[in-house]
C-alpha cells in the first residue's frame, strides 16, 4: 500500500491536472469497502521477525566476522587473505592492491576491512613476509597505501598451513569459487598470533604467546608432562600474570612500560605496554602532568627502530617516586583482560589457553597422521602399479595384445595374462589399473631397465615401512615435528616481555604535591581554596586529611576545596594509611573524674569522615598536650599543676619514652589526679621505635617492611644500601621503600664501610681473567668496578674474607693440570678502580669458587683463651663466630 500511495503521489506532481482533486477527501466508507475485510483487520507482529533476524545476525557475525577457529586459529578473512596468497604464491612478491583484489572473490564485506587485517598480518612478522613501509607498532604510525608495499607467505606459512589433500572446502559466497572450511595448520597458531574481535553479545581476547614456549608447550603435553604457558607481547615491557587465570574469562594482566633511571633528573622508556603506542603513551603523560598528578619538565620522543622516551623530572622530583606515579597515573601501566572465545563445532566456546594448546596439538596429531595415510596409500599406489609394469613388460604380456582386435579384448588378454601373479600383489588388480597399462608407450617398454625398477620398489618398500613406522608412533613423530619447526624458524623468537610480580602502588603516595593545604582553626574549616588562612603543608588532589579539636575528636577526611569538620583545630595533616611509625604523643583531661590522662599511640586507618574520640569520649574532655611524631619521637614534659592549698609539688616533668605505646582506643595512663595548668616540652626526644627494619622482596624487586623476601636488618638515619649488578657495577641507595633498583641485581644488602670484597673478571680489553680485592666507596651513582669497557664481564664475586678460585684450562692448554688461587695471598686489598692482577696468560675454560679457609695457609693461629666457668655464654658472645661463619659459607655466583 505504502508504495502505490507514493507511486500515486509522484503521478499527481507530474500531472497539473489533478491538481485540484488531489485535494478532495476520499470517504472513509469507500477506503474499508475497497479492502478485503481479511486485510483490513489483520494485525502483523513485528517481534517474532525481529528475533530471527537479530539472531541471524549475531550468528553471523560471531561466526563468519570477528571470532577465530579453535583449528587453525584464523578469523575468516584472515583465512581468507592466505588462501588467495597461496593461490598467488609463485615465491615472489605480490602488491597488496593485487592480493587485496583476489581476496574479494571470497570475502564479500570490502576491500578496507581486507586491507586493514593484511596490514595486522604483517605486522605479526609470522606468516606473511613484508616489503615496503608497513606502519610501526610502536609509534602508530600507518602503512602505506596498498598499491606500494607488497606481501607473500613466508615459509613458515607455507610448512605449516596449507595441504590442500587435507582440507576441507566449501563453495565461496557467490558459488563461483571454493574455499577452505579451515586451513590445516600444524602449529598453535591461535595463541602464537594472538587475536581481539568483538562480535555481537560477546568478544574475543586471546594475548599472543611466545613461539618457542608453545613448541615446548607442545612438546611436554605430548610427554604427559605439566606445562604453563604465559602472553609474550611484540613491543617487550613487563608483564604480571598472578591473575591470569589460563586466559579465561575473569583474568586479568597487568603490564607496565619499562622505565629506565638516566640519573637524577632524566628518565627513559625502552618499552611499551601492549596495545599502546609511543604517541598514546605520550598523550597520557601529558594529562597526568597537567593535572598535577605528576611533574615533569620536558619529554621527548626519540623512537626509531627502538622504543625511546626521555623525560625530564621538574626540579626537586624524586626519580623513583616519578616511576611509581608513572605507573599509578598513566598508561605506563594498564590492565589487560582475556577472554579466550573461539569458534568449536560451529558454535562460540569459551576455554582456557592450556586448553587450546591441548586442542591445537591433538588437531596437529591427527593432520600429520591423516598425511601419512595419505602418503601411504600413495605409496602402495605406486608400488602396485610399478610391480605391475614390471611384469607387464618383464613377462612380455604386451605382446598377447597384437592380434586383438578390441579394446575390451585388449583388457581380458591383458587380465588373463595376469592371472598367474595375482598372488603377489596386496590388493585386487582393477580394470583402471589394466587401463593404466595400455597407455604405456612403446618407447618406455623398448628402453625398460630390470634393475633400475627393482631399486625403484625396493625404495618404495623402504618409505613404506618408515611411513607404518611413523604411524605407528605418531606421538613420537609429532613431536619430532615441532623441534624441526623450533630449529628452523625458533631464531629470533626470543621472549620479549619480561615476567614479574608488581607490587601494589599506593596512589597517595606517590602522587605529586599539586595543592596546598590551610586552615582556619577556631572556625573549624580547612581545603585548598582557603588562601588567606594559615598554611599548612603541600599535598595532592586525592589526599586524605586528618584533623585533631580540641575536645579530642579526630576524623579523616578528602581534601577539598573548603571543609568543615568541627572548631578548635589543634593538629591538621595529610595521613597515610597504616603508617605505624607516626606516634602521637597525647595528655587529656577526663570530663568525668577530672584526671589527667597520658597515653601514645599510633593511627593506622580508620573511616573516612567519621568521628573518633582519642579520650575517654566523656563529656568535657579536652586535650591539654598534643604533639605528632614522624618517628615515633618521644620527649620530655614539664608540667604545671594549678596552684591549690597542701599541693607542695607545683610542677614536675614527664618523658614521654617511659610510656609504652598502644591501640587508638586505650584511655591511657593515669599523670595526675591534680587539675593541669600546662603543659609544655622540656626537651625534644629521640625515636622509641629503634631501627627500621626492612625487606627485599625478589619476587618484585621492591623494598617493603612487612616481612616478605629476604631481611636486610634495621636502619636508621643516614643508614645505605649496597646495590652490586651483574654487570659488574655498583651504587649505593637509601632505605626508601619507594627506590626502584636495576633489573640485572646481584646483591643488595646493608652498607658496611671496610668490606672487602673479592672478585674475578674478564677484562674485555686486555682480554685476560683479572682477581681483584677492593673495598667500596659511598657512591649513589651507578659505578663499574670492572673496568669501563662494555664487554667485560663479571664472574665472581664474594665477600668471605679467605676466598679460593680453581682455574681449569682450555684449548691448547686443556692438558695443564689446574690452578688453585689463594685471593688473600694472590693480592692484597686496593681500589676498586684498580685493575687488580692477572690470573694467568693461558687460555681459561672455566672458574669456579672451592671452599674459602678460615686462615690462609702459614698463618699463626692465636689460641682460643679458657671462658670464665661463672660467666655465661650468650647468643650475644656467638653472634661474632656465628656472622663469621655466615660470612665463610656465602657465594655469589653468577
Aim: glycine share 6%; proline share 4%.
Amino acid at each position: 500500500m505504502l508504495r502505490e500511495n507514493s507511486h500515486t503521489d509522484q503521478n499527481d506532481r507530474e500531472n497539473p491536472d489533478l491538481d485540484e482533486q488531489k485535494h478532495i477527501p476520499v470517504p472513509e466508507e469507500q477506503i474499508n469497502s475497497a479492502m478485503p475485510p481479511d486485510e483490513l483487520h489483520k494485525v502483523i507482529h513485528l517481534s517474532g521477525m525481529y528475533k530471527d533476524w537479530f539472531l541471524d545476525y549475531a550468528s553471523y557475525v560471531i561466526l563468519e566476522r570477528a571470532v577465530p577457529h579453535i583449528n587453525d586459529g584464523l578469523k575468516p578473512v584472515q583465512r581468507r587473505i592466505l588462501h588467495a596468497m597461496k593461490r598467488l604464491d609463485d615465491g615472489r612478491f605480490n602488491k597488496v592492491a593485487n592480493i587485496i583484489g583476489h581476496t574479494m572473490q571470497f570475502h564479500p564485506h570490502g576491500d578496507a576491512s581486507i586491507g586493514e587485517a593484511l596490514v595486522q598480518l604483517g605486522q605479526k612478522n609470522l606468516l606473511v613476509e613484508t616489503q615496503g613501509n608497513w606502519g610501526n607498532i610502536l609509534t602508530g604510525d600507518g602503512a602505506a597505501a596498498p598499491r606500494y608495499i607488497e606481501a607473500r607467505l613466508s615459509k613458515f606459512a607455507l610448512e605449516v598451513a596449507f595441504n590442500p589433500k587435507t582440507t576441507e572446502w566449501k563453495p565461496s559466497y557467490d558459488g563461483r569459487n571454493k574455499e577452505p572450511v579451515t586451513l590445516p595448520v600444524k602449529f598453535p597458531l591461535l595463541l602464537a598470533q594472538g587475536v581481539e574481535g568483538i562480535a555481537v553479545g560477546l568478544a574475543s581476547r586471546i594475548l599472543p604467546h611466545n613461539f618457542n614456549e608453545l613448541i615446548d608447550a607442545a612438546i611436554n603435553y605430548l610427554k604427559g608432562n605439566d606445562f604453563d604457558i604465559y602472553p609474550d607481547f611484540p613491543t617487550g615491557g613487563l608483564a604480571d600474570f598472578s591473575r591470569y587465570n589460563d586466559g579465561s574469562r575473569g583474568g586479568l594482566v597487568r603490564i607496565r612500560a619499562k622505565i629506565e633511571k638516566v640519573d637524577k633528573k632524566n628518565l627513559t622508556i625502552t618499552e611499551i605496554p601492549y596495545g599502546k603506542t609511543t604517541s598514546s603513551l605520550i598523550d597520557s603523560i601529558i594529562r597526568a602532568n597537567d593535572k598535577g598528578k605528576i611533574r615533569i619538565k620536558k619529554i621527548d620522543d626519540n623512537t626509531a627502530e627502538q622504543v625511546e622516551i626521555l623525560i625530564q623530572l621538574a626540579p626537586g622530583m624524586s626519580p623513583d617516586k616519578t616511576i611509581d606515579a608513572l605507573y599509578a597515573f598513566t598508561d605506563c601501566e594498564i590492565p589487560v583482560s582475556p577472554n579466550c572465545c573461539v569458534i568449536e563445532d560451529y558454535k562460540p566456546s569459551f576455554l582456557g589457553v592450556s586448553e587450546v594448546l591441548k586442542r591445537n596439538v591433538d588437531h596437529t596429531v591427527n593432520l600429520l597422521k591423516k598425511e601419512l595415510e595419505i602418503r601411504l596409500a600413495e605409496l602402495q599406489d605406486e608400488w602396485h602399479f610399478s610391480s605391475l609394469e614390471k611384469i607387464f613388460i618383464e613377462k612380455r604380456i604386451y605382446r598377447d595384445i597384437e592380434e586383438c582386435e578390441t579394446f575390451e579384448s585388449i583388457i581380458e588378454t591383458i587380465d588373463q595374462g595376469l592371472k598367474p601373479y595375482r598372488k603377489l600383489f596386496k590388493r585386487d588388480i582393477t580394470r583402471d589399473d589394466i587401463i593404466g597399462l595400455t597407455e604405456i608407450k612403446i618407447k618406455r617398454i623398448s628402453k625398460y631397465d630390470s634393475l633400475k625398477a627393482d631399486e625403484h620398489i625396493k625404495n618404495i618398500e623402504v618409505e613404506i615401512e618408515e611411513v607404518k613406522n611413523h604411524l605407528a608412533n605418531i606421538i613420537q613423530y609429532t613431536i619430532n615435528y615441532f623441534r624441526q619447526i623450533r630449529k628452523k624458524y625458533g631464531d629470533g623468537q626470543e621472549r620479549q616481555t619480561e615476567i614479574r610480580n608488581f607490587d601494589t602502588i599506593v596512589a597517595t603516595k606517590v602522587v605529586a604535591t599539586n595543592q596546598k593545604l590551610y586552615v582556619n582553626r577556631r572556625e573549624g574549616f580547612f581545603g585548598t581554596g582557603l588562601k588567606k588562612e594559615e598554611f599548612i603543608c603541600d599535598c595532592s588532589d586525592i589526599d586524605d586529611i586528618i584533623t585533631f579539636r580540641k575536645d579530642g575528636t579526630y576524623m579523616v577526611t578528602k581534601v577539598e576545596e573548603k571543609v568543615f569538620v568541627g572548631k578548635d583545630i589543634i593538629h591538621i595533616a595529610v595521613f597515610k594509611k597504616n603508617d605505624s611509625r607516626t606516634i602521637y604523643n597525647i595528655i587529656y583531661q577526663d570530663g568525668k573524674t577530672g584526671r589527667a590522662m597520658m597515653k601514645r599511640c599510633a593511627i593506622t586507618g580508620i573511616t573516612r569522615d567519621r568521628e573518633y574520640n582519642i579520650t575517654k569520649n566523656n563529656k568535657n574532655s579536652k586535650i591539654i598536650y598534643f604533639s605528632a611524631n614522624p618517628n615515633g619521637e618521644a620527649e620530655v614534659v614539664k608540667v604545671f599543676l594549678k596552684p591549690k592549698p597542701r599541693l607542695r609539688i607545683q610542677s614536675f616533668e614527664m618523658d614521654f619514652g617511659d610510656l609504652a605505646i598502644k591501640g587508638r582506643d586505650a584511655i591511657g595512663n593515669t599523670l595526675t589526679k591534680h587539675s593541669v595548668q600546662k603543659v609544655v616540652m622540656k626537651e625534644k626526644g629521640v625515636s622509641t621505635l629503634g631501627g627500621r627494619k626492612i625487606w627485599f622482596d625478589e619476587d618484585v624487586l621492591r623494598l617493603n617492611a612487612d616481612g616478605r623476601g629476604k631481611f636486610l636488618g634495621e636502619f636508621i638515619g643516614h643508614d645505605k644500601l649496597l646495590i652490586i649488578t651483574r654487570s659488574g657495577a655498583y651504587r649505593l641507595s637509601t632505605f626508601d621503600l619507594e627506590n626502584h633498583f636495576e633489573d640485572d641485581l646481584l646483591i643488595i644488602e646493608k652498607f658496611r664501610e671496610g668490606k672487602v670484597y673479592s672478585a674475578v673478571y674478564l677484562d674485555a680489553e686486555q682480554n685476560y681473567y683479572y682477581v681483584k680485592r677492593f673495598c667500596l666507596e659511598p657512591i649513589e651513582k651507578l659505578t663499574s668496578f670492572i673496568g669501563d669497557h662494555p664487554d667485560s664481564k663479571l664472574i665472581k664475586i664474594t665477600e668471605v674474607e679467605y676466598p679460593r678460585f680453581e682455574i681449569k684450562f682450555g684449548g691448547k692448554n686443556k692438558a695443564k693440570q689446574p690452578e688453585i688461587i689463594e685471593v688473600a695471598e694472590f693480592i692484597g686489598v686496593k681500589s676498586y678502580r684498580a685493575r687488580g692482577k692477572r690470573l694467568t696468560k693461558y687460555q681459561v675454560e672455566l672458574i669456579q669458587e672451592l671452599e674459602p679457609l678460615t686462615k690462609p695457609e702459614g698463618e699463626e693461629v692465636e689460641e682460643p683463651s679458657v671462658p670464665d666457668e661463672n660467666k655465661d655464654i650468650s647468643a650475644e658472645d656467638d653472634q661474632p663466630k656465628i656472622e663469621q661463619k655466615k660470612n665463610s659459607q656465602m657465594k655469589l655466583d653468577l
